[in-house]
């Protein structure tokens, strides 16, 4: 079992204090990698078997440093017998993580302030988690830092301080602690997470819609946007997690496809404001015939008060709808002399005239101009009122007043290709907002059309996203406009050339819209993989719960000379093994429901 440290009353104190708990972020990182994890009361390491069902147990910040002499000698005889520690800046454990504490670095001048920088050092544990096409990009740290020297440990990672410097100390360790291990975060890699993927609220007395772009939300600065951050972090914790004695399970992060493992997943949309209605049927149309999922986001008023939004009439409606497509909202605050009014109650009306007009729910929807307000207010107004999830979040660190505002933009400016939740301030007890972010990642990729020009063609463009969302194994947001789509034949030809750089690859992408995505990731979410009393000391089995209509895959960490026999229900079932990220893989798909995954040593006559 997977696990990450909790308390409540450390929460109510923090919270009341006007500080969050980043130590509950463990559990969305440990969503995003398909773990199924628990959050685990502190006073359970009270008790000599609170840990004795845990086999990886993640300690944050915000909940060490309260440590009994009971909790301490449970921990340290834990991780001897086999355990898996890995801590974030904890504190009062570093006989345990191998490690000795010197100094520290606070947080200056608030929390979402950049306080230093890390680079990975080669080793397994690193291996295949940095950017090959930025290898000289540094992944950045959002939180105090602790300043600490290897005492047994391996050094998987070297920090420096936010302008590059040498710190001439370790960022990441490694401790091989009797049968198990520690490794050690000098930083809060929760509160980093969190912080990449949220940004820093935009305060609400901007009046400007075009100084309310969600890119301000990000706090990235002048550092490379092709890095995925966030990611990157989760991945070499994975690959921690993947260390356990017993072998950890996960669900991979796309859904099977054609009994086939995909590579990638693309997930497509585009907004088309207010018309006309043939630009969308016309892309609709062009995107079916190459086989594509397509998701528009359609406006349905004009200003406050206005019911003149997109003419789209319902049998065009029902067209796209047939093509396979989906239709959302697109949601529009601009009222007279170019002033935003972003309210609960401009929602909730723009919400319902949707569901008048088109008799369905808004899923996934999108801000005009990519605009924000504040932050997490407009994601809690948005699930309040039938939201899936919103597709605001563009990588692109332009504001409305940059000429170059609308040009063509691969990036992470939330530190990630991945879906996250919300999760609320201290204000709101840090509690998580049924919302997924989507972020925009790719956006009008391979020509030049959205700043005027029709006559460049840059499909070089396309070449880096699509690799690095086979290497990663992305969910990756593709932004195309169904006005470039049909107007513009380069944004057509860039398309087309995608397609083909995929086919030339070799590789398989399972292709989306933002609906169906939503639908997938929130179902994984609610499946889960546990271990299962083991029939012999020759076998493993899990018990796996999918939650998804098409089935999901499970992969399972293996040592290089497991030879297995798989069954699923009783019934043998391919494992399709694949090395990556330091370690063999085994891939299991599995249908909706619950079943049973046995791997056994093959039976020697």
């Known amino acids: 079992m997977l696990a990450y440290l909790v308390d409540e009353e450390i929460r109510r104190e923090l919270n009341a204090n006007g500080e969050n708990y980043w130590d509950l972020y463990s559990g969305e990182m440990a969503s995003m990698l398909g773990a199924s994890a628990y959050a685990l009361p502190l006073a359970d390491l009270v008790r000599e078997d609170g840990l004795s069902e845990v086999d990886v147990l993640i300690i944050g910040s915000r909940t060490s440093g309260r440590w009994t002499s009971d909790m301490k000698e449970n921990l340290r005889r834990w991780v001897h017998d086999g355990g898996v520690a890995i801590g974030f800046a904890a504190e009062g454990l570093d006989e345990l993580f191998g490690i000795c504490g010197t100094a520290a670095i606070e947080q200056q001048p608030d929390d979402y302030a950049l306080t230093a920088k890390f680079e990975l050092w080669p080793h397994a544990l690193t291996e295949g988690v940095h950017s090959l096409y930025h290898a ?59 912080l990449l993927h949220e940004g820093r609220p935009i305060e609400e007395s901007v009046k400007i819609k075009t100084e309310k772009k969600a890119a301000n939300l990000q706090i990235i600065g002048e550092n490379s946007r092709k890095v995925p951050y966030a990611d990157e972090i989760a991945f070499l914790i994975r690959n921690m997690i993947a260390r356990a004695y017993r072998p950890q399970p996960f669900i991979y992060p796309i859904p099977p496809e054609r009994e086939l493992v995909p590579d990638a997943l693309f997930y497509w949309s585009g907004d088309e404001y207010f018309g006309p209605a043939e630009w969308s049927v016309g892309a609709s149309d062009w995107m079916h015939e190459h086989g594509l999922a397509y998701h528009i986001n359609v406006g349905v008023e004009q200003h406050a008060g206005a019911k003149d939004g997109h003419p789209m009439t319902r049998e065009q409606f029902e067209h796209i709808k047939a093509n396979g497509h989906e239709i959302s909202l697109w949601y529009n605050f601009l009222h007279p002399y170019n002033e935003y009014v972003i309210s609960e109650e401009e929602v909730r009306y723009q919400s319902e005239l949707f569901y008048e007009r088109y008799g369905i729910r808004a899923g996934s929807t999108l801000m005009h101009s990519t605009n924000w307000q504040g932050g997490t207010e407009l994601a809690r107004w948005l699930a309040k009122y039938g939201g899936l999830a919103d597709n605001t979040f563009i990588g692109s660190p332009f504001t409305g007043n940059h000429p170059y505002v609308n040009a063509p933009f691969y990036g992470f400016g939330s530190g990630t290709s991945f879906p996250f939740h919300f999760y609320e301030n201290y204000e709101r007890g ?17 020509h030049r059309g959205s700043i005027g020009d029709r006559e460049t063609y840059a499909p070089a463009d396309l070449y880096e996203p699509i690799d690095t969302a086979i290497r990663y194994h992305s969910v990756m947001n593709i932004f195309y406009h169904p006005y470039y789509i049909v107007n513009f034949p380069l944004c057509r030809k860039a398309i087309e050339h995608m397609l083909q750089h995929i086919a030339e690859r070799e590789v398989h992408i399972v292709h989306m819209g933002n609906d169906a995505l939503a639908d997938w990731w929130n179902a994984r979410a609610l499946s889960t993989v546990e271990f299962a009393d083991n029939p012999s000391n020759d076998a493993m089995s899990f018990t796996v719960f999918c939650a998804y209509a098409d089935g999901m895959i499970v992969t399972i960490p293996l040592r290089e000379s497991d030879e297995l026999v798989w069954q699923c229900d009783g019934a043998p079932v391919t494992a399709r093994i694949k090395r990556e990220f330091g370690l063999a893989w085994a891939q299991v798909i599995v249908p909706q429901g619950k079943h049973d995954i046995t791997a056994a040593r093959p039976t020697v006559a």
């Open 430 to 446: 840090n509690e998580r907002i049924a919302l997924l972010e989507q972020p925009i990642v790719c956006y009008e990729l391979g």
């Open 136 to 194: 000289e990009q540094k992944l950045l740290i959002f939180s105090s830092v602790r300043i600490v020297q290897t005492q047994e440990a391996e050094k998987l990672a070297h920090l420096y301080d936010e302008h590059g410097k040498d710190l001439g100390a370790p960022a990441v360790t490694w401790h091989s602690n009797g049968a198990g291990y520690a490794g050690y975060f000098c930083f809060d890699a929760a509160k980093t997470v969190w």
